[in-house]
């Protein structure tokens, strides 16, 4: 059958769009150092829906 992972690391890979999702609630929480690598790995996805959204917060968080 089919085999699922509770993991979040196994959601984001299925849906890279969670890495944004992640990055927001970091951001939120002060994790800036969390925020960054969940934007690089959702960058790192091949995605391109929100790769130019992503490219600059991740310039802003590089800058704080």
């Known amino acids: 059958g089919v085999q699922t992972c509770a993991l979040?690391?196994?959601?984001?890979?299925?849906?890279?769009?969670?890495?944004?999702?992640?990055?927001?609630?970091?951001?939120?929480?002060?994790?800036l150092i969390?925020?960054?690598?969940?934007?690089?790995?959702?960058l790192a996805s091949g995605e391109k829906d929100y790769h130019r959204p992503a490219e600059n917060w991740l310039k802003l968080l590089n800058l704080q």
């Open 34 to 42: 969390e925020a960054r690598a969940a934007l690089q790995a959702y």
């Open 8 to 31: 979040p690391i196994c959601s984001a890979r299925a849906y890279p769009v969670a890495h944004m999702a992640a990055a927001d609630v970091l951001t939120h929480q002060g994790s």
